[in-house]
């Protein structure tokens, strides 16, 4: 895959670090950091082998939700998964709720931005969805597209 801003990115000048390299690359490129964010490789390879494909739907959302976590075995792959859940709860919200875009704050931590204002830290939910099965993907997505 060719991501435009990953060169720019690469090159910048030493003292941008952090959540000022990653907001400058995902203002300069937000569809770049958008589809970076959207590859999900572990949680797509683990929704696969249970026969689902990520569609970038609510309706995979609800899928996931009804999967069996039979990651929970292995604690090295839960915080993995869980982040890659976060990012995949995120790209749909973000390609399906009208209003919303991801945003880095200061502490680096990539969050949704709702059309509200309110900020939406998706990679949580992620994590705790994968370490607990609460809150459902597809809760978190029902509550962003109502606000």
Same mark, same amino acid.
Do not use: K
């Given at each position: 895959?060719? &991501?435009p801003?990953?060169?720019n990115?690469?090159?910048?000048?030493?003292?941008?670090? *952090?959540?000022?390299?990653?907001?400058?690359?995902?203002?300069?490129?937000?569809?770049g &950091?958008?589809?970076?964010?959207?590859?999900?490789?572990?949680?797509?390879?683990?929704?696969?082998a249970?026969?689902?494909? !990520?569609?970038?739907?609510?309706?995979?959302?609800?899928?996931?939700d009804? !999967?069996?976590?039979?990651?929970?075995?292995d604690?090295?792959?839960v915080?993995? !998964?869980?982040?890659?859940?976060?990012?995949?709860?995120?790209?749909?919200i973000?390609?399906?709720?009208? *209003?919303?875009g991801?945003?880095?704050?200061?502490?680096?931590q990539?969050? &949704?931005? !709702?059309?509200s204002?309110?900020?939406l830290n998706? &990679?949580?939910?992620?994590?705790?969805?994968?370490?607990?099965?609460?809150?459902?993907?597809?809760?978190?997505?029902a509550?962003a597209s109502?606000?």
């Amino acid at each position: 895959m060719r &991501i435009p801003f990953l060169a720019n990115w690469l090159h910048r000048d030493e003292t941008q670090q *952090g959540a000022v390299g990653l907001a400058a690359a995902l203002a300069d490129d937000p569809e770049g &950091i958008g589809e970076l964010f959207a590859e999900c490789e572990m949680l797509r390879a683990q929704a696969w082998a249970e026969g689902l494909e !990520l569609d970038q739907t609510p309706a995979s959302l609800e899928a996931l939700d009804q !999967l069996m976590p039979r990651w929970r075995r292995d604690p090295e792959a839960v915080p993995w !998964l869980g982040n890659d859940a976060g990012f995949y709860l995120g790209t749909v919200i973000v390609r399906t709720v009208p *209003g919303t875009g991801w945003q880095v704050r200061p502490d680096r931590q990539p969050v &949704i931005r !709702l059309a509200s204002g309110r900020e939406l830290n998706v &990679i949580e939910s992620g994590v705790s969805w994968a370490m607990t099965g609460s809150p459902e993907l597809s809760q978190a997505y029902a509550e962003a597209s109502e606000s």
